[in-house]
């Protein structure tokens, strides 16, 4: 399969996928030291919530480093209020980064996504396209794979009608720690790793570890700004033919090393100003995540499971209903129930009133039913 395909991964092992990529083409009229990332949230669409933001939310920022992790150039995150900054769920931000002067020809390899603003992003996909027009994407599917905070998405990511998990980052840590703690401000990648080649999809099924347990590769990050720079792989990689690892050593369990950090001023801003008014504030905090509370997601899907969503460690977001399994998963307690039916009337998910159904007869022992309220509901292919 040719370079520029996704790859999806997911608990059954690597698929391999048509590609989402060429839906999003780079413009003609940027500059040629542009590189263009697409950052796809995953989706809502059915208004769950004013605006629908509960995947959505801040721009984030991004910067781009060359083959040994040099900065190339940065675009600081949109931590506005307004619609230009804060998209819905299901939306595409479009970030264009700059390489500063005297680099052009000089194509990126690896991507910092950082989280701006207070609304945390559950990023589906993402995609580079180079100055040389070449292709990398990578979807949420492997961020899941490999442990990072995940929810379900109905968005689809191409023409076979491929719905990958997102991955959470939150720019301010509101989400803080616990049950639904969303604990990770941003994605380093080495984004030329996930070019969709056979070779490279078959290793990574065999040997998850070289995608989820190396550093540079793929890393989710507890603190990250757009100042930050993250480790390159030293000494550069090399390849197979086939695109695979030509000594593994050299990746997993690698830490990386991590170049200089200045870089370049983005285009269009003043330099004196770059440090002071373009860094992202840091700040930790552990209140619950306001967001997902009062909250449920119901899908008509069969690609999507309560059971595996209760059942993942590292899964996070709202209350969650699949119909096709007869199941809805307190996220709170990662505990699922049965949707009640004729035979099915005690200690069971009512599906009208949105609420779980006590009953008048005989629990289990100890048990307790929690109450369950909603105000915002979500209808996936309803």
């Known amino acids: 399969m040719a370079a520029g395909n996704a790859i999806m991964l997911s608990l059954t092992g690597i698929l391999m996928v048509e590609p989402f990529l060429n839906m999003l083409p780079k413009p003609d009229d940027l500059p040629?030291?542009?590189?263009?990332?697409?950052?796809?949230?995953?989706?809502?669409?059915?208004?769950?919530?004013?605006?629908?933001?509960?995947?959505?939310?801040?721009?984030?920022g991004v910067r781009t480093f060359d083959v040994a992790g040099h900065p190339l150039g940065r675009t600081k995150a949109n931590t506005g209020r307004g619609p230009d900054a804060i998209l819905k769920g299901g939306a595409t931000a479009t970030v264009n980064v700059l390489a500063k002067d005297?680099?052009?020809?000089?194509?990126?390899?690896?991507?910092?996504?950082?989280?701006?603003?207070?609304?945390?992003?559950?990023?589906?996909?993402?995609?580079?396209?180079?100055?040389?027009?070449?292709?990398?994407?990578?979807t949420g599917d492997i961020g899941k794979a490999c442990g990072a905070p995940w929810y379900p998405s109905n968005r689809e990511v191409n023409t076979n009608h491929t719905k990958p998990a997102c991955v959470w980052i939150d720019g301010d840590g509101r989400s803080g720690s616990g049950p639904n703690g969303i604990n990770f401000k941003g994605i380093g990648l080495h984004m030329t790793d996930f070019t969709g080649y056979d070779g490279t999809a078959?290793?990574?099924?065999?040997?998850?570890?070289?995608?989820?347990?190396?550093?540079?590769?793929?890393?989710?990050?507890?603190?990250?700004?757009?100042?930050?720079?993250?480790?390159?792989?030293?000494?550069?990689?090399?390849?197979?033919?086939?695109?695979?690892?030509?000594?593994?050593?050299?990746?997993?369990?690698?830490?990386?090393?991590?170049?200089?950090?200045l870089g370049p001023v983005p285009y269009g801003v003043d330099p004196d100003l770059w440090d002071q008014d373009y860094a992202y504030p840091s700040k930790r905090t552990t209140e619950a995540a306001p967001f997902m509370e009062g909250h449920l997601v119901s899908s008509a899907s069969p690609d999507h499971s309560a059971i595996e969503v209760c059942n993942s460690e590292s899964s996070r977001g709202p209350d969650f209903l699949s119909l096709p399994e007869g199941v809805f998963c307190d996220m709170a307690?990662?505990?699922?129930?049965?949707?009640?039916?004729?035979?099915?009337?005690?200690?069971?998910?009512?599906?009208?009133?949105?609420?779980?159904?006590?009953?008048?007869?005989?629990?289990?022992?100890?048990?307790?039913?929690?109450?369950?309220?909603?105000?915002?509901?979500?209808?996936?292919?309803?």
């Open 32 to 60: 040629e030291r542009t590189t263009v990332v697409t950052v796809g949230y995953g989706s809502d669409d059915s208004g769950v919530g004013p605006g629908g933001h509960e995947l959505g939310g801040n721009i984030p």
């Open 102 to 138: 005297g680099y052009d020809g000089v194509s990126p390899y690896y991507l910092a996504i950082s989280a701006g603003g207070n609304d945390a992003i559950c990023i589906s996909f993402i995609q580079m396209v180079r100055p040389d027009l070449q292709v990398f994407g990578w």
């Open 202 to 261: 078959i290793s990574y099924q065999a040997d998850p570890s070289i995608m989820c347990k190396s550093k540079p590769r793929f890393w989710m990050y507890p603190e990250l700004t757009i100042d930050d720079c993250i480790p390159a792989f030293d000494p550069i990689l090399e390849y197979n033919d086939d695109k695979t690892d030509k000594d593994i050593s050299k990746v997993v369990g690698v830490e990386g090393t991590t170049r200089e950090c």
């Open 333 to 382: 307690a990662k505990k699922t129930y049965p949707v009640c039916t004729t035979y099915v009337k005690d200690t069971c998910f009512d599906t009208e009133r949105k609420t779980l159904r006590v009953g008048a007869g005989p629990q289990r022992r100890g048990e307790i039913i929690p109450r369950k309220e909603y105000h915002k509901v979500g209808n996936w292919g309803i």
